[in-house]
């Protein structure tokens, strides 16, 4: 009984520093509707400005919590200036773009701080004052974690008044319902949405303060605390912060007590827990639909079938893909057909998202639990099964489209980020499963010895298959797009009314759009296998579906050919930058964020704008030109 209390104690403790993130990230979220995927980095700038200041002052209790107080202080400055310096700029871009710009920040943040203090953990004093412990009904407990066990029912407590009770508050509460009304009545909506930046921010920045007794402060744990807080701020509900107090609850205790009695769950069961309450009420426990908006899709002129100079361009460039390699080999080795057989998958892999979430607006944050189930599907047949090389390329894309239909049956059902989330949720429970399957899966250390046959087995030999089997992929999901199907995927996207009105079952049509999807991340995921020689846990993991989010969100979300040029540029700028420099998280985050700042439409949608500029002015100038001179 008496360790049962402890870890109450210690799982509301948790749940206490959960909610000052998540209350931080579903402020931001409920006024500004930008996904922040910055939030994290907000909080481990906490920590780390935390421990320089900590560490020069007295250790005394009022230099102590007066230095993590100013320490959240830093952060809300610094994230006023993200939203003057960065997100006000792209307010009127899509939010999967502004996820986009954020991801940038995340890797900035994480170059600048490795560069100011260094690769090193680092270990904060002990609160002073709080280094003892309490007797709780006969069971121990840190008095620092008591401590912690206040703080979150205390901000929620003062937030409620903000909110409730002061004319900024409800200013806030207004914009959040209605925004324009809001501007109208003489709310001024840029000025409030800096504040409300701040605020969530200075939460963030205590969030990682308050930790820095407990944990050491490291590199990694900007992406593992935001990862839990959006499972805090979608299980609760977005914009709602007494659902994310309720949320933070739910995990921490889950947290807590899964460590003593499912150990082998702790990677997952937050994840778990996320899918049934989505599953159940798909807009989280006292969230609400999200107020329908015209989408911004819908301007997009529709897809036209290319040309004969456009024809002719993209055989060049396919050509030219197939024969530079080959022809550089000589003088570069092999490093060259390496990476264009990287490109040539990920093009792929990035052209399978592309196809469900530009045509169907079905955006997924878990993509790679489809890369991830085609690579091992592959390997698993090859050496379970001693299946040959020919049937196992063509069985990894089918048991992909598997899941991605058990799966699409259940994101479907939700919308916007709380689809998002569930494609999440089922990637980690993947990865989790690979994780710890060790019989299976080998666990971390994978699934090695992966090759293609001898035909296959040389470097120039297998790219010219992947750049094959790729191009000829590309052509099928092209054709889908110009066919009646994806004329019919985009009016549900557009207009599921009047979509519904001509007879297009909007949700069979999405969830078809989501099998083709996952079968063809498949197929890119056992091409990889193959490549790599051997399969790892990190195909599913939460950086591989971002790169995909990234390769399509650079290229263009709304071109046909977007996903090849994204993931051209990502990869090759990727490697790039990490063969010139140490620092190439903050070249390559720059990168990104000048992208989507200048280019919001992507590279491939930002040439072809001007393609088509090009193409109407011609015939305008000659209309308007003198009779002498046609």
């Known amino acids: ?150 703080v979150g029912p205390l901000v929620f407590g003062l937030l409620w008044l903000l909110f409730r009770r002061t004319r900024w508050g409800i200013a806030v509460r207004a914009a959040t319902q209605d925004g324009e009304m809001a501007e109208a009545l003489g709310v001024n909506r840029a000025w409030l949405f800096t504040a409300v930046f701040a605020l969530g921010s200075f939460l963030a920045g205590l969030a990682g303060a308050l930790q820095i007794p407990r944990e050491s402060v490291t590199l990694q744990m900007d992406l593992a605390v935001i990862v839990e807080a959006f499972v805090v701020v979608v299980v609760g509900g977005l914009g709602s912060i007494g659902g994310a107090f309720l949320a933070s609850l739910l995990i921490g205790l889950l947290h807590a007590f899964g460590v003593w009695w499912l150990p082998q769950s702790t990677l997952v069961l937050a994840f778990v827990a996320m899918a049934v309450v989505l599953i159940v009420r798909p807009y989280g426990l006292l969230g609400r639909a999200l107020v329908a908006t015209p989408p911004r899709a819908a301007a997009h002129a529709p897809f036209r079938p290319a040309d004969r100079r456009l024809s002719l361009a993209l055989g060049l460039a396919a050509l030219a893909a197939l024969v530079v390699p080959l022809v550089l080999r000589p003088w570069l080795g092999e490093y060259l057909l390496v990476v264009m057989t990287d490109i040539a998958i990920l093009a792929l892999f990035a052209a399978s998202l592309q196809f469900f979430m530009g045509h169907g607006g079905i955006t997924s944050f878990g993509h790679a639990a489809f890369f991830g189930l085609g690579a091992y599907a592959c390997a698993l047949l090859l050496h379970k099964a001693a299946m040959p090389f020919a049937l196992a390329v063509f069985a990894a894309p089918l048991a992909a489209a598997a899941g991605a239909a058990l799966v699409g049956w259940f994101v479907l059902r939700s919308q916007g980020v709380y689809a998002a989330m569930l494609t999440l949720a089922f990637a980690q429970i ?64 557009d207009a599921p009314a009047r979509a519904a009105a001509s007879g297009i079952d909007a949700m069979r049509v999405q969830w078809l759009a989501f099998c083709a999807g996952g079968l063809f991340a498949g197929l890119a995921g056992a091409l990889n296998a193959f490549h790599k020689g051997s399969v790892f846990p990190n195909v599913t993991s939460i950086a591989q579906s971002l790169d995909a989010l990234v390769m399509v969100l650079l290229g263009g979300l709304l071109t046909l050919s977007g996903p090849v040029v994204g993931a051209a540029a990502y990869h090759a700028l ?57």
């Open 1 to 150: 009984m008496d360790l049962v209390l402890a870890q109450f104690v210690t799982g509301l403790a948790h749940a206490s520093t959960l909610f000052l993130v998540a209350a931080g990230l579903t402020i931001i979220f409920g006024v500004t509707r930008v996904v922040n995927f910055a939030h994290g980095s907000l909080v481990m700038l906490g920590a780390y400005i935390a421990y320089s200041i900590t560490t020069r002052l007295p250790s005394t209790p009022p230099a102590f919590f007066g230095g993590l107080l100013l320490a959240a202080l830093a952060v809300a400055l610094l994230g006023a200036l993200l939203e003057l310096l960065l997100l006000r700029r792209i307010y009127a871009a899509p939010e999967i773009f502004q996820l986009l710009a954020t991801f940038g920040v995340v890797l900035i943040v994480q170059d600048l701080v490795l560069w100011v203090w260094g690769p090193e953990d680092l270990f904060a004093p002990r609160a002073p004052g709080l280094k003892g412990s309490i007797e709780l009904a006969g069971s121990v407990v840190p008095q620092y974690t008591v401590f912690l066990l206040v």
């Open 430 to 493: 993947l990865w989790s499963t690979a994780t710890q399957w060790i019989a299976l899966t080998g666990g971390d250390n994978g699934i090695l010895g992966v090759w293609p046959p001898d035909w296959l087995s040389g470097k120039a030999t297998y790219f010219v298959f992947a750049l094959l089997v790729t191009l000829a992929s590309l052509w099928l999901l092209r054709r889908a797009a110009l066919a009646p199907f994806g004329y019919a995927l985009r009016a549900a996207r």
């Open 574 to 630: 990727a490697v790039e930058l990490t063969r010139a420099t140490d620092h190439w998280r903050l070249l390559l985050g720059s990168a990104i964020v000048l992208l989507v700042v200048v280019f919001p439409q992507g590279i491939a949608g930002f040439l072809r704008q001007r393609l088509e500029r090009d193409a109407t002015s011609v015939p305008q100038a000659a209309a308007s030109a003198p009779e002498a001179l046609r």
